[in-house]
C-alpha cells in the first residue's frame, strides 16, 4: 500500500465525499460509467478473511466503488451516480469540513475557477422580502387572467419625449421631419447571452428553437441574447434571425462572420447587444477554458484552442462618450439605423452616472439600458470575482430608472434587469417586481440551464460548467456529454416555462388591475423590511 | 283579478325603484297575477316574484324600466318589454320568460340558469357570460336577434345561446371580440362571421339535433319578438355554426420536435460545423456515450480470464487469446482495469467532440 503523507490532497479535503453502500452495490459499473468527472472508479480492496488471532492473517480481494482524489477528477456531487445506481447504494455528501478551495491555490498558484452564480448567498435576496400589495379590492376591478387581454409587451429601443418626435405642422399636414430610432415591441423576457462555446450546441440551439417555437407558434414576442461566441452562418440566413438580439462583447468572436453574412440576410436581427460587463464577474471579460474549445467553436470563433479571455473592457474605449461614437455609433450603422442598439453593463455603484450619461446622447441611438446584477451566473469565471464582486440588482436597477424619472425622462431608455432572476423558484414574480420597480423587462441565463437539467445550484453543487465534463450535457462540448441532452425536451421544457410564467404574470398583473406592463407602479409594492422600504422608496407595511 | 297598471310618473314625480317593487309585491300578495308598468327607469322590475297561485302565471308588461329587468326571475313569471332596456336583463334568471322587443344591454342573461331570454335586437358586451344548466332545472336559452358585444359568453358553464346574426354583414363578428374565454361547457349557435374568439372554444358545424332544435326555436323566438317574417332568412342552416367547449385533444399545440423537424432549419443550425442526428445517449450507455473506453494491452495480458468473468455487461469475449470488448455492450465501468492484475485493460478518456 502506498505511503500516506500530510502533504498531499486527501479524500477529508474534498467539498464532497461518496458515500458508498458495499452491501447494497451488484458491481453493475453504472455510477463509474457515468461519472464524467472520474470522480468515482472501481478499485479492489483488501479484507482480512480470519478473525483468529492466533493465525496469521489471511486476505481477500473484493470489487468496490472508490472515489478518486485529485484536483483534476474530484467529485463536484453533480450526483448522477446516485441517480444511474439501481439499488440507491452510492451518493455524494457534502463535506462541510473540507479544505479544497484552499489547498487548490495552495498547491496550484492559480485562482479558483468555476461556473454558476454566487454562492456566498450571505444577504439574502432582495426580491423575496418584496410583496405585491396594491390588490384591486373595489377601488378598481381586478382583471382576470383568462378573459381579460393583456399586453406584455415592452419597448425595445430608444424612445423619445414628444417634443423631440420632430412634428411639423405644414398646412393641415402633419410631417414627419425626422427618423424616428428604431424600436420593437418585444415580450418582457430576454433568454439571455449565453454564448457558443460556453454552452454545448444543443443547448444553444435549443433556446434558439424554443424562441423560434414561442414567437411563430405561442404568439410571444420573446427575443433572445446570442451571447458573444458566434453565430451560425444558417441562423443569420434564416428568417429567425428576426427574434435573436446579436452581442458585440469584447472578444468581437464571430463578427466577421456576421458581417460577412449581412448581404444574404432576410430580416434584420431583433437588437444588438453591446456588452460591456457581466453581473457574474463585473470588470472582468469573458472566460472559456480551453477544454471546452473544440474544434466547431475555434472555427466560428477564429481562435485555436486555447483559454480564451476576453479583455476586461472593449479595446479602444475610454470613456462613455467614446463609446456611444465608436459602438453605438457603429453598430447602428451597421444595419443602417433600423435596429436598436443597446448596453449591457454589471451593476455597479456607477451604474447611475452611465445611465444618465446615455440619457444625454444627443443622437438618440442608445436603444437600451441592461443592468446585470451581482447573483448573475456564468459558465466560467475566478471564484473570487464569483463570490465577491458585483453589486445586487434591485437598487441598481431602481436608481437609474428614478434618476430618470427626475429628469422625466423614464423609458426613453428601456432598463432591462437581470442577475439572480428565479433564484428561488418564482421567476415571474422577480420579473414583475422588478418591472414595478422600473424595469421593462428582465433577461435570464442560468434559469435557462436550469429548466434544460441542469443538476448545480448556488451552494457549491457542481458549478463546474467551465471544466467542459457537465454532466448534463449543457456547458460540454464533448460529444459522450452533449448528447445525454435531449433537445427536443429541452426546448419543450422553455416553452412550457415561458407559457406558465407569461400566466404567472397575468397572475400578477391581474390583481393590481394592470393589462399593460407596471412598469415603474411601485405602489403595487410593499416591504416589510423598513431599510428596503426607505431604500427603494416603496411602501414599509408591518 | 284584472290587470293592475302602474304609472310611475306622476307630474313631474317619479316613483323610486323601491316604491315601485313594494308596490308590485303588495298587489302580488293582494292576488294580482297580471302586472302592466309604465316605467321610468326603475329596477329589478319583474324579478324573485311569484303568483301566491303557484298555478298562475306572473305576467308583466313594461316599459322604459331600469337595469336588471327580470333579475333572479322565476319558473312562472314572464315579462315583455316593449322597446329596449339597459344592462343586466335577466341576471341570475331562474327560470322566468323575458321578452325585450329591442335591444339588451352589457351582461344580459349574465348567470342565467333557467328560463328562456328573448332578445329582439342586439345584446351589449360579456353577455350570457356565467349561463350554467342545473340538471334538475329546464336548460336555460338565450335569443339575440343581432348580435352581442365583446367577451360576451365568458365562463359559460352549460345553456343554449342563439346569436341569428340579423342585419351585421357590417360586423367582421357577430360575437365582438375575445368572446368564450374561459368557457367551459353549454353551446352557443351563431349566424354570420365570428373572429376572435377565446382558445378555449372552438366553432363546429351543426348536426341534424341542432337543426331541429334551431328550426323550432326560431319559430318559437320569432313569434315571441314578433318578427315571425324573418323565419325563411334565418333558416337557412349553412350560415349557422355551434361554439362549444375545445376537445382536449385539439387543444394541444404543436409538439416543439415536430417544429423542429418540420419548420427549423433544416439540418440544424450547426449543420455547417457538426453533424448531429440529436439521439439521445442514455446514462451510462454504451458506445460513443462512454466517458471512458478500455483498451486492451496484448503484452501485458495472462489470459487469465478475470475481466471476462467480472465484466457486468458480458462485454469481453477472448478470441484465440486475444481479448475485446464490445463496443454495443461496453458502458466503460472501468471494472476490466480494476481487476486485471497486470493492467492489460486501461481506461482512455473519450474526449470526443461533436464534430462534422
Keep these: ?542 | 283579478m284584472e290587470r293592475f297598471k302602474i304609472e310611475t310618473l306622476k307630474n313631474e314625480n317619479r316613483m323610486s325603484t323601491q316604491e315601485l317593487l313594494q308596490l308590485i309585491q303588495a298587489k302580488i300578495d293582494e292576488g294580482y297575477t297580471d302586472f302592466e308598468i309604465n316605467g321610468c327607469g326603475q329596477h329589478n322590475i319583474g324579478g324573485s316574484s311569484w303568483a301566491r297561485d303557484r298555478s298562475k302565471t306572473l305576467s308583466f308588461l313594461v316599459r322604459n324600466p331600469g337595469q336588471r329587468v327580470g333579475a333572479m326571475g322565476m319558473k312562472g313569471t314572464r315579462i315583455i318589454v316593449e322597446g329596449s332596456v339597459p344592462a343586466d336583463t335577466g341576471w341570475l334568471n331562474s327560470g322566468a320568460e323575458i321578452i325585450v322587443k329591442g335591444d339588451s344591454g352589457d351582461t344580459t342573461a349574465h348567470c342565467a340558469a333557467s328560463g328562456e331570454i328573448y332578445i329582439g335586437g342586439r345584446v351589449g358586451t360579456r353577455s350570457g357570460a356565467l349561463m350554467k344548466h342545473d340538471p334538475r332545472f329546464k336548460i336555460p336559452e338565450f335569443w339575440v336577434l343581432k348580435n352581442t358585444g365583446s367577451y360576451s359568453f365568458e365562463f359559460m358553464g352549460g345553456g343554449i345561446a342563439i346569436v341569428c346574426g340579423y342585419e351585421c354583414e357590417e360586423f367582421d363578428s357577430v360575437l365582438g371580440k375575445g368572446s368564450c374565454g374561459g368557457m367551459v361547457g353549454g353551446t352557443i349557435f351563431v349566424r354570420g362571421k365570428v373572429e376572435n374568439l377565446s382558445h378555449c372554444v372552438e366553432i363546429l358545424n351543426l348536426d341534424e339535433k341542432d337543426i331541429e332544435f334551431l328550426h323550432s326555436g326560431l319559430k318559437r323566438f320569432l313569434d315571441k319578438i314578433g318578427r315571425s317574417e324573418l323565419f325563411n332568412k334565418l333558416t337557412d342552416f349553412s350560415e349557422w355554426h355551434k361554439i362549444q367547449t375545445r376537445a382536449e385533444a385539439v387543444k394541444k399545440r404543436m409538439p416543439v420536435a415536430e417544429f423542429r423537424q418540420k419548420e427549423w432549419i433544416s439540418g440544424g443550425i450547426f449543420g455547417d460545423f457538426i453533424t448531429d442526428d440529436y439521439a439521445v445517449y442514455e446514462l451510462a450507455g454504451t458506445g460513443d456515450a462512454r466517458c471512458r473506453i478500455p483498451q486492451w494491452d496484448k503484452k501485458l495480458c495472462i489470459g487469465c480470464d478475470i475481466c471476462v468473468k467480472n465484466c457486468p455487461q458480458n462485454a469481453i469475449f477472448s478470441d484465440e487469446k486475444v481479448y475485446h470488448s464490445e463496443d454495443n455492450k461496453c458502458i466503460g465501468c472501468g471494472i476490466c482495469a480494476a481487476l486485471c492484475p497486470r493492467q492489460a485493460w486501461k481506461m482512455v478518456e473519450n474526449n470526443r467532440e461533436i464534430t462534422k
Design chain 1, 1 to 542: 500500500m502506498a505511503a500516506v503523507k500530510v502533504n498531499e490532497l486527501h479524500k477529508e479535503d474534498l467539498p464532497w465525499i461518496i458515500e458508498y453502500d458495499e452491501s447494497k452495490c451488484i458491481q453493475c459499473g453504472k455510477c463509474t460509467a457515468v461519472c464524467s468527472f472520474g470522480a468515482i472508479s472501481p478499485a479492489v480492496e483488501m479484507r482480512k478473511k480470519s478473525g483468529n488471532i492466533n493465525e496469521k492473517n489471511t486476505y481477500e480481494k473484493t470489487l468496490v466503488i472508490k472515489q478518486n482524489v485529485g484536483f483534476e477528477n474530484h467529485c463536484v456531487g453533480c450526483g448522477m451516480c446516485a441517480n444511474v445506481c439501481p439499488n440507491g447504494a452510492i451518493k455524494a455528501v457534502r463535506n462541510f469540513d473540507d479544505r479544497y478551495a484552499i489547498r487548490y491555490r495552495a498547491e496550484k498558484g492559480e485562482s479558483l475557477k468555476r461556473g454558476g452564480r454566487s454562492n456566498l448567498n450571505t444577504e439574502g435576496r432582495t426580491l423575496d422580502k418584496i410583496k405585491i400589495g396594491r390588490i384591486s379590492q373595489m377601488t378598481d376591478p381586478s382583471l382576470d387572467p383568462v378573459r381579460h387581454t393583456f399586453e406584455i409587451k415592452t419597448p425595445f429601443g430608444r424612445v423619445l419625449s414628444a417634443d423631440k418626435l420632430g412634428f411639423e405642422v405644414d398646412g393641415n399636414k402633419i410631417m414627419q421631419t425626422k427618423p424616428l430610432p428604431p424600436n420593437r415591441w418585444i415580450y418582457p423576457i430576454i433568454f439571455g447571452d449565453m454564448s457558443i462555446g460556453a454552452i454545448s450546441s444543443r443547448m444553444w440551439e435549443a433556446i434558439a428553437i424554443a424562441t423560434a417555437y414561442l414567437n411563430e407558434k405561442m404568439g410571444i414576442p420573446i427575443r433572445m441574447g446570442t451571447g458573444e461566441g458566434g453565430v451560425p452562418v444558417s441562423l443569420l440566413k434564416s428568417r429567425y434571425l428576426k427574434y435573436m438580439i446579436l452581442q458585440i462583447a469584447s472578444g468581437h468572436f464571430g463578427w466577421n462572420r456576421i458581417v460577412e453574412t449581412m448581404p444574404e440576410m432576410i430580416e434584420d436581427p431583433a437588437g444588438i447587444l453591446i456588452k460591456i460587463g457581466q453581473g457574474a464577474k463585473p470588470g472582468d471579460g469573458g472566460l472559456l477554458l480551453a477544454n471546452k474549445v473544440s474544434k466547431y467553436v475555434q472555427e466560428i470563433r477564429g481562435v485555436p484552442k486555447a483559454d480564451l479571455m476576453s479583455p476586461p473592457t472593449h479595446q479602444g474605449l475610454y470613456s462613455i462618450e467614446e463609446s456611444v461614437q465608436k459602438m453605438f455609433l457603429s453598430m447602428n450603422a451597421a444595419f443602417n439605423f433600423r435596429v436598436p442598439v443597446a448596453i449591457k453593463v454589471a451593476a455597479s455603484v456607477t451604474s447611475v452616472a452611465v445611465y444618465n450619461n446615455l440619457l444625454r446622447d444627443p443622437y438618440n441611438i442608445v436603444g437600451g439600458f441592461f443592468i446585470d446584477g451581482f447573483a448573475g451566473g456564468t459558465g466560467a469565471a475566478h471564484e473570487i470575482s464569483l463570490n465577491h464582486t458585483g453589486h445586487p440588482i434591485t437598487s441598481k436597477l431602481r436608481d437609474c430608472y428614478l434618476a430618470a424619472v427626475h429628469q422625466g425622462r423614464q423609458g426613453e431608455i428601456p432598463l432591462f434587469a437581470g442577475g439572480g432572476l428565479g433564484q428561488t423558484g418564482s421567476f415571474a414574480a422577480d420579473a414583475f417586481k422588478l418591472i414595478c420597480l422600473g424595469a421593462n423587462g428582465v433577461f435570464t441565463g442560468r434559469l435557462l440551464l436550469q429548466i434544460a437539467g441542469c443538476c448545480g445550484n448556488d451552494t457549491e453543487k457542481c458549478n463546474a460548467c467551465s471544466t467542459g465534463n457537465c454532466p448534463a450535457g449543457l456547458t460540454s462540448q464533448r460529444e459522450c456529454l452533449t448528447k445525454r441532452l435531449d433537445i427536443d425536451k429541452v426546448a419543450e421544457n422553455l416553452v412550457n416555462f415561458i407559457v406558465a410564467t407569461d400566466m404567472e404574470l397575468k397572475k400578477l398583473m391581474g390583481p393590481v388591475g394592470c393589462s399593460t406592463l407596471p412598469i415603474g407602479r411601485s405602489d403595487a409594492l410593499i416591504t416589510v423590511d423598513k431599510h428596503i422600504a426607505r431604500r427603494l422608496d416603496i411602501q414599509y407595511s408591518i
